[in-house]
């Protein structure tokens, strides 16, 4: 199948316009807007960032009676551990995501966009403001884009590496200026957001698909994956494979072909023991769990985990699951805002409970601890921060238990595991 966002040679405008691109945008500006977002509706397109709402939804919840200025903002902050498709996107296709926001700042009636990126991508900022220049001096954006009396602007905003600035409340405060700390809803941003106006917030991913879907049609995209799954995915694969990187697949793929046929398998000598099929904040899959689980959001869910941001972890037989799980408590607890108490005292509490238990200082009821503290977590705050504490936590004890008694008990891991440590 021709890939959709990771073509080749579309890195400059140039490149990019000889491939056809920016006809989409003359395409959907002689339409109505309304016509525009019905059109994402049949795509069946879901957000990319992890929650995979429908995005044509999303953007008729704007009111449309909504008077004054309405903005659209792509969550570029791409902080969740795992994760680096959205940086590869920006890097080789920076047009699709610009045109992507152009059309959809139409749709919505919104006049600005902001490209809200992540601090630490210096280099994928300076070439989306430079190729934002470009567009603008081609008048693709700006003041009456293609003599059709809209005018859109777009600007990039650098964050300063905050993981929770990737929830998009957090975000919309950050690009207030104010300290990014989650927002209650209701109000939801659709209603009430950036500066108090109607803001639609989509992932780097779902804008950059935009364009694809106004040209060929959204019964077009809606042919490609699943039926409730539709389109293409990224997956990025990081761990012991021989080709890790990021792959544009069909959603519904299996994790079996993705591994073996694309990743070129598992490095010789190494055996699975264990998946975490979206990113971090995902629960873990056995071995065995992994190569019958099908990638696209509902066969994940049937299978205990979540496809999240598509962010495919491997983890080879022989690591320790208690170590692991302690690193990404480390990550949780630090990157906690504080807001919320059971995620603020909760994330410390599980990282002190495993410190004790990786420096076999442990006991049994450790273990249930563990596992309740994040029990209690789940549900309970602003943002969903300390479910993805809570989830891989629950998971990993789950299914990998006989390691964590094995520390509680003195021995450091089971023995299978004990060599990476």
Not at 318 to 335: I, N, S, T
Request: hydrophobic share 40%.
């Amino acid at each position: 199948m021709e890939n959709i966002l990771l073509k080749d040679k579309v890195e400059s405008l140039e490149g990019y316009f000889a491939a056809g691109g920016y006809r989409p945008l003359k395409k959907a500006l002689a339409m109505k807007p309304a016509e525009i977002t019905e059109e994402v509706k049949r795509s069946g397109l879901r957000g990319r960032g992890g929650a995979g709402f429908p995005t044509g939804l999303k953007w008729s919840f704007i009111p449309k009676d909504a008077q004054g200025p309405r903005y659209l903002v792509c969550n570029a902050d791409e902080g969740e551990p795992g994760t680096f498709k959205d940086r590869e996107l920006m890097l080789k296709n920076p047009h699709a995501l610009i045109e992507g926001m152009a059309i959809a700042g139409y749709a919505i009636g919104a006049g600005a966009g902001y490209i809200y990126i992540r601090g630490e991508f210096a280099a994928e900022a300076d070439l989306l403001e430079r190729e934002i220049f470009a567009a603008r001096g081609k008048g693709f954006i700006g003041s009456n884009i293609l003599g059709s009396g809209f005018s859109f602007e777009l600007y990039v905003h650098r964050g300063a590496g905050a993981y929770i600035c990737g929830e998009e409340t957090a975000l919309l405060e950050s690009l207030e200026g104010f300290k990014g700390q989650p927002r209650l809803k209701p109000p939801f941003p659709a209603v009430k957001g950036l500066f108090g106006a109607p803001t639609v917030i989509n992932n780097v991913e779902t804008l950059a698909a935009v364009p694809a879907i106004i040209e060929k049609g959204g019964a077009w995209y809606a042919s490609i994956g699943t039926p409730k799954s539709a389109g293409t995915k990224l997956f990025c694969v990081s761990g012991p494979v021989n080709k890790p990187g990021v792959y544009e697949l069909p959603l519904g793929v299996s994790f079996k072909e993705l591994l073996e046929k694309h990743c070129g398998g598992l490095k010789a000598g190494v055996r699975l023991k264990a998946v975490i099929p979206g990113g971090s904040s995902t629960p873990v899959l056995t071995a065995a769990e992994a190569m019958a689980a099908a990638l696209d959001y509902e066969s994940l869910a049937a299978a205990g985990s979540m496809l999240g941001s598509g962010a495919v972890i491997v983890i080879p037989e022989g690591q320790c699951m208690v170590k692991l799980l302690q690193v990404l408590a480390r990550f949780y607890h630090h990157e906690s805002c504080g807001q919320c108490t059971p995620c603020r005292e909760g994330c410390g509490w599980i990282e002190k409970i495993l410190n004790r238990l990786e420096e076999g200082r442990g006991t049994a009821r450790d273990i249930e601890t563990l596992y309740s503290a994040a029990d209690g977590m789940l549900g309970r705050t602003i943002c969903p921060l300390a479910d993805a504490m809570a989830m891989p936590v629950m998971s990993f004890v789950k299914k990998f238990r006989e390691e964590f008694e094995a520390h509680a008990a003195g021995r450091c891991c089971a023995p299978e595991a004990a060599g990476k440590h």
